[in-house]
């Protein structure tokens, strides 16, 4: 019951439309998910400790050295089919790679400006990026390409193969030139080219003259009158190459197989990698809120005070270069404020200021008012914010 009256106290005061905004600035998908669903703390220590990462991340952004960006592949699913022995493809190892690149960047920036970022220090103790994670990225990185492709140099013996495939894929390419454009061939055809099916080079021949060739027909055109035949002076060489392509994808699997093993061994000091990464993004998307509307840290207490100068409500910042600001004054002493005005929406604003503001803070947000402000920490929010009706 008490989380149905916060999630309508929240959705009253478009803490879920903040939400949206905040994720926006977030650069990887995890750091999107976990934007939208903001954990809140209660305690002062807790939410002192949240905004000073925010600070310190606005400090990082706006200085000279740029924080990396945090746009990273979720790769969770990938790391616990390798733990249970599954065999990753080349693309979700390459995926593994980028976050174990990430991972060793982000741990040299944090201790490169370790003098300043006393808070996010913290945060990224649990990277320790050691020699074999740096020996997984490394082997992943030998053995696939950026664009996920698996590298012919992958292995010596890859190597060897691929280069005896392509040998034989050579040999029987100048044979089909030949057939191509011999005379026994020439009223046969029905095009000058040729083409595979099922990985096996075949030649388009007219489907009345099929009987005039010796071979295999693979397939039929949609029309009919073209058939895709295999001939015979080339059924031992297709073969070969069949067998070749064969033998380079065991070893392509063997070492997909190899560097599975790999990412399985080290699975866990990956996952808690990712959720560094995933916090960072979080704290840069925070921080940036908060270089975009302009917000300050502010004082924090957890007696009630609320000592709020030039406060602006941060939704209609959003939409709005002008936004008209408020001073709210309310100590330990106040228990009931009493606004009143005409109906032009600047209660409900207000309103709506409070208690945006009393979320924001327990999620170590910046608030958009001077930075002389205090803002107390409060553990319950309650809201019915609607027109009276007479």
């Known amino acids: 019951m008490h989380q149905t009256v916060f999630e309508q106290a929240a959705q009253a005061v478009e803490w879920p439309r903040f939400l949206a905004f905040l994720s926006q600035q977030a650069q990887s998908a995890i750091g999107v998910a976990r934007c939208r669903t903001l954990s809140l703390s209660s305690e002062l220590a807790s939410v002192s400790l949240r905004q000073h990462e925010t600070t310190e991340m606005v ?11 945090l746009s990273f592949p979720d790769i969770r699913e990938q790391l616990t089919r390798s733990e249970k022995g599954g065999v990753l493809e080349a693309l979700e190892l390459r995926d593994c790679a980028m976050v174990l690149s990430l991972m060793a960047e982000i741990e040299r920036y944090a201790l490169s400006h370790r003098d300043q970022i006393q808070a996010l220090v913290r945060t990224v103790e649990p990277l320790q990026v050691s020699k074999s994670l740096q020996g997984i990225l490394k082997a992943i990185e030998g053995a696939i390409q950026s664009d996920g492709s698996m590298k012919d140099t992958a292995s010596p013996e890859l190597r060897r193969l691929t280069h005896h495939a392509l040998e034989l894929k050579h040999e ?10 011999s005379k026994r061939y020439e009223e046969v055809l029905q095009e000058l080219y040729f083409a595979q099916r099922e990985g096996r080079y075949v030649v388009p021949v007219k489907a009345d003259m099929r009987g005039r060739i010796p071979g295999i027909v693979h397939d039929i055109s949609a029309s009919g009158a073209t058939v895709f035949l295999e001939p015979r002076e080339l059924v031992e060489l297709n073969n070969s190459i ?29 996952g808690q990698g990712i959720e560094v990464l995933a916090e960072w993004d979080v704290i ?107």
Do not use: Y
């Open 59 to 69: 400090s990082l952004l706006e200085g000279s050295d740029p924080v990396p960006t």
């Open 284 to 390: 840069r998307a925070k921080a940036e809120v908060s270089r975009r509307l302009k917000c300050s840290p502010v004082l924090l207490n957890e007696t009630g005070r609320i000592m709020l100068k030039q406060a602006r409500h941060p939704l209609l910042l959003i939409a709005k270069d002008r936004v008209l600001a408020n001073d709210i004054l309310m100590d330990e002493r106040v228990r009931v404020l009493v606004i009143s005005g005409p109906n032009t929406g600047g209660k409900t604003v207000t309103l709506k200021i409070l208690g945006l503001f009393a979320l924001m803070v327990r999620a170590g947000l910046h608030l958009p008012c001077a930075p002389e402000s205090e803002m107390a920490i409060f553990t319950d929010l309650h809201a019915d914010i609607g027109e009276a009706k007479t």
């Open 172 to 181: 029987i390419r100048q044979k089909l030139e030949q057939i191509l454009h």
């Open 242 to 270: 069949k067998v070749a392509d064969l033998a380079v994808e065991r070893e392509v699997q063997r070492i997909l197989r190899e560097l599975s093993g790999l990412v399985a061994f080290r699975a866990d000091a990956i």
